[in-house]
């Protein structure tokens, strides 16, 4: 696994150029780095240091403060069981329990075949739906046993390509324009200072 | 139990099956706003909020209007808009994101017009795929629309928006964690003073912070006027507000209801929210605002949805979440999920927020596991009080950041309502629940 592809090195400059400061693309970018290679490789987050002057120290010291990005692989479908509050009152736990039972894992492990890494995670923000989790970060509410056997079995078929990315590609739309509000002519890192003024 | 019948505000796009996309929000009077704010001077739109006087919906609650006026007089200014919704049982932005991002990009650019913001950010919690996606959509719509970028609708003004991902800390809900964040940092919330966000924010320059719920208000707000806004509620507590309701209600989810005119028993009971507790189960508790906040017992069920009468109450409406615990729950159990919540997403920073959690937490699983003591209770309640002294409402701080105040408050209600429970576990060396 290896730095940013030609593509994704200039999705980074991209990027950079939405910020009055570089280093403000650092998570955005390091999202495409996990994107291109299912976890953030040693090489990717080097060359991420590399276009915005940060030192492979400084990029790891972020990335290692946020729970989704992974700097060791992880299975190619991160599934992310909810037991907070609303969970808890609605059998988060026992599923939870069950996941850990049907994939062979505890929460952290990652299956043999690479397949799946399940893990406990704090409130994912459906608790209208709990028990919820998600699967690379597509959610899914009200999961019984049942429906989670169904989507291990979906997800293992690859029947849910459509909906659930491999773990990593988290956006799948991308931004269509770089700044605009300088002008068509104006330079993208120049801060705008506020348009024209209305009779005040 | 009545319902009152005010207009729906926020969420009043959302009966369309393709409310996020901008045809259907055009169809809806989308960005009429903004055209209207355009032809009014900057003074003019604040004066409108102010006027409404919109209560920020993030948590903190403070003056939307009145946090735009204390902006350090230096250029340039910016303008964040907090979409990091990660409070346990909070679901609203999630929904907004999703579903009507057209709106959050129009309250987005008229207060980035009427702050003169040089650039504006809509941080989104990076867990929030579909909400980034949909964000991303409508942002590119809105800049082929005319309505972001270079010279908006003809009028002269011009303003990028950038739609920023989270990567998973709690913290950076905390506004000065998350402008670090956007930063390229770790999280870790600044100290205030100096580091008010109005003073001294993103790049040390004067910062409006502002979140996705109270932002989504705005074009109603400039539409309609700030007089019909505050026509709704009562007091301090205007508009109606997005309540998330979960936990053993019949039927959980987001109801948008009218501020003051709403009680949490119309929440937890009315047939068009709640709906009652599932199973017809007695209501044993319920969590007012947010994992942060104290607990209140079926007896308050009468107090009004109000900021300040919930604030009379020894706890807050905070991020508008509303968890019904029925009699089923173990307290001890509930508690000691909260708090394992607060110890797993502390940053570190200050001893008192990163030690005690860790302490606290351990000590709830032994009680809840049957290894407790008698001296436990006391125990905890001391911790809880180094962390905020006094154990009062609100909080006295410690710490950087509110998160810390934050964990003593499912703690303190739990030993507080329910300390027979407590003891319970102790002298029968396990749960009764059965767990």
């Known amino acids: ?106 929460a952290g492990g990652t299956t043999s075949d690479g397949e799946f890494t399940l893990e406990e995670v704090e409130c994912i923000a459906l608790c209208g739906n709990a028990p919820c989790l998600a699967v690379n970060w597509r959610f899914f509410g009200n999961v019984t046993d049942d429906r989670f056997d169904s989507l291990v079995d979906d997800l293992r078929a690859g029947r849910l390509s459509d909906t659930v990315p491999p773990h990593g590609m988290l956006c799948r739309v991308r931004r269509s324009v770089g700044l605009t509000a300088a002008g068509p002519a104006g330079s993208e890192h120049h801060v705008q200072s506020g348009g024209k003024e209305k009779q005040a | 139990m009545t319902v009152s019948d005010a207009p729906k505000i926020v969420t009043r796009h959302l009966g369309n099956p393709e409310s996020w996309r901008l045809r259907a929000y055009l169809a809806a009077d989308g960005y009429q706003g903004l055209r209207k704010a355009l032809t009014m001077t900057r003074e003019e739109v604040h004066e409108q909020v102010n006027t409404a006087n919109l209560l920020g919906r993030g948590g903190a609650g403070f003056e939307a209007g009145r946090k735009w ?99 998973g800390a709690y913290i950076c809900g905390d506004e000065t964690g998350l402008l670090e964040s956007l930063e390229g940092k770790r999280g870790f919330p600044r100290i205030k003073p100096p580091f008010f966000p109005a003073a001294f924010g993103l790049y040390n320059a004067p910062t409006v912070v502002n979140n996705v719920e109270t932002m989504s208000n705005i074009p109603w707000i400039v539409q309609h006027g700030g007089a019909d806004f505050a026509a709704l509620g009562a007091g301090r507590s205007t508009g109606t507000r997005i309540f998330s309701v979960s936990g053993h209600v019949k039927q959980p989810g987001n109801f948008e209801v009218e501020m003051v005119r709403t009680t949490f028993r119309d929440l937890l009971y009315a047939p068009v929210y709640g709906g009652g507790i599932r199973g017809d189960r007695q209501l044993k508790a319920f ?149």
């Open chain 1, 1 to 106: 696994m290896a730095r940013l592809t030609p593509d994704n090195t200039q999705r980074a400059r991209d990027l950079i150029a939405l910020y009055p400061q570089a280093r403000s693309a650092l998570i955005p970018i390091l999202h495409v780095a996990q994107e291109q290679d299912g976890y953030l490789a040693e090489d990717a987050m080097v060359h991420v240091g590399e276009l915005l002057g940060l030192t492979p120290a400084e990029v790891r010291g972020t990335a290692t403060f946020y729970d989704m990005l992974f700097t060791e692989p992880i299975g190619r479908h991160l599934i992310s069981v909810c037991t907070n509050i609303a969970c808890l009152l609605n059998g988060g736990d026992e599923l939870l329990e069950h996941a850990e039972a049907v994939l062979g894992v505890s």
């Open chain 2, 69 to 167: 006026s204390m902006l350090r007089k230096s250029e340039p200014v910016y303008l964040v808009v907090n979409g990091d919704e990660s409070e346990p049982a909070t679901f609203k932005d999630h929904m907004l994101l999703e579903n009507d991002p057209h709106q959050i990009i129009e309250g987005t650019l008229i207060t980035a017009y009427a702050v003169r913001a040089a650039r504006a950010f809509i941080y989104v919690r990076g867990e929030f795929a579909l909400g980034l996606e949909r964000m991303t959509e409508a942002l590119n719509e809105a800049y082929a629309h005319g309505a972001v970028g270079h010279d908006i609708f003809g009028s002269g003004w011009s303003i990028d928006v950038v739609i920023h991902p989270g990567a």
């Open chain 2, 287 to 435: 969590i007012p605002g947010g994992a942060s906040s104290y607990w209140l017992g079926p007896d308050k069920l009468d107090v009004p949805l109000d900021q300040d009468e919930v604030g009379k109450n020894g706890t807050m409406l905070g991020s508008g979440s509303v968890v019904a615990m029925s009699e089923d729950v173990c307290m001890v159990r509930a508690a000691w999920r909260i708090t394992r919540f607060f110890r797993a997403e502390s940053c570190g920073q200050c001893t008192p927020c990163r030690e005690g959690a860790g302490w606290l937490e351990k000590v709830l699983r032994r009680i809840e596991e049957g290894q407790g003591r008698e001296a436990d209770l006391d125990l905890l309640l001391d911790v809880c009080d180094n962390i905020a002294p006094g154990l009062t409402w609100p909080p006295r701080q410690t710490t950087i950041c509110p998160l810390g105040p934050s964990i003593p408050s499912s703690i303190v209600s739990a030993v507080r309502m329910f300390r027979d429970e407590f003891l319970v576990h102790i002298k029968e060396g396990a749960c009764p629940y059965g767990r």
